[in-house]
């Protein structure tokens, strides 16, 4: 199952699973240098395809990606992300209600929804200790 990743999208792909937290496109491309990965558009089209197919997400608040975690991702209609602002780590998490709340708003609107983002900024629990 799934299509086959090419060299530049595994790459990419590897260096987000490893990550402890998220990356902005320069620093994977930082880590990939000595891979042969020269230039930005390398990076963004990796990401790309990357994002397409679900095996990343892209944080719009920190500009930044991270490798997806939740094996069933796909079946959920919106993923939402917690953000710890004190030691960076990012929790994936499955959105039912609030895409039941986001779909019924959106048919009393007639607003056509293309994209939806949901990031929590705060502290995790470790960090709140
Ligand atoms: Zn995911
Ligand atoms: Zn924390």
Not at 47 to 59: D, M, V
Request: with cysteine; glycine share 8%.
């Amino acid at each position: 199952m799934g299509k086959a990743l090419t060299k530049n999208q595994t790459l990419v792909l590897d260096t987000l699973s490893k990550a402890d937290g998220p990356l902005s496109a320069y620093s994977i491309l930082d880590d990939l240098r000595d891979e042969g990965m020269q230039a930005p558009p390398q990076v963004y089209r990796a990401l790309e395809k990357l994002l397409k197919t679900g095996l990343i997400h892209r944080l719009e608040s920190l500009n930044a990606y991270i490798a997806c975690r939740d094996p069933d991702c796909v079946s959920h209609p919106v993923t939402g992300f917690a953000i710890c602002e004190t030691c960076g780590d990012v929790s994936e998490f499955a959105g039912e209600k609030i895409s039941k709340q986001l779909k019924d708003w959106e048919d009393d609107n007639g607003f056509l929804v293309e994209k939806t983002t949901i990031e929590l900024r705060g502290i995790c629990r470790p960090c709140k200790g």
